[in-house]
């Protein structure tokens, strides 16, 4: 019977690359790896719905979900829609929601914060400027004129 040899050198373990970098910076890495694939897939989605997006129906709740954080929020776009096509101006949205305690500059930025929201999600805003007055666009009368007929 032959013996089997044993190696002259035994291989050494590698060192994992939490051991050369350091674990937390390693978890640091992954995390950023993560968070960029997560990125690319949001941006996959978008792109998808804004192809899509003749074919969907959107309903306000959608709109107040994505756009609105608080009950302000849906306040102001309740007054908006009451308003119509006209609009309502800061200090009369203000005179409505004094139980808020909001000022007409926190109103407007208010307001550019959903834009911003609905923006991101679905490509359009969710109120605009009309003078010195701001107003519902078509996309949100549409959302809402559609759950008032039903």
Same mark, same amino acid.
């Given at each position: ?23 937390? +910076? ?8 993560t ?9 996959m ?39 119509g ?33 609905? +923006? ?12 010195w ?7 949100? +009368? ?9």
């Open positions: 019977m032959e013996d089997i040899e044993k190696p002259v050198q035994t291989q050494k373990k590698k060192r994992t690359q939490s051991d050369k970098i350091g674990r937390l +910076k390693y978890n640091q890495q992954l995390l950023k790896q968070l960029a694939e997560v990125g690319e897939v949001k941006l989605l978008r792109t998808i719905f804004a192809g899509l997006k003749g074919s969907f129906n959107f309903e306000h709740s959608l709109i107040e979900h994505v756009a609105c954080i608080d009950e302000v929020d849906r306040e102001i776009l309740r007054f908006l829609y009451e308003a096509s006209p609009g309502l101006l800061p200090k009369d949205l203000q005179a409505r929601l004094e139980q808020f305690k909001v000022t007409r500059h926190q109103i407007s930025r208010r307001i550019i914060r959903m834009n911003k929201h609905l +923006k991101k999600e679905f490509g359009e805003n969710i109120a605009e400027k009309r003078g007055h701001w107003a519902l666009t078509s996309f949100v +009368k549409e959302a809402w004129g559609k759950t008032e007929e039903e």
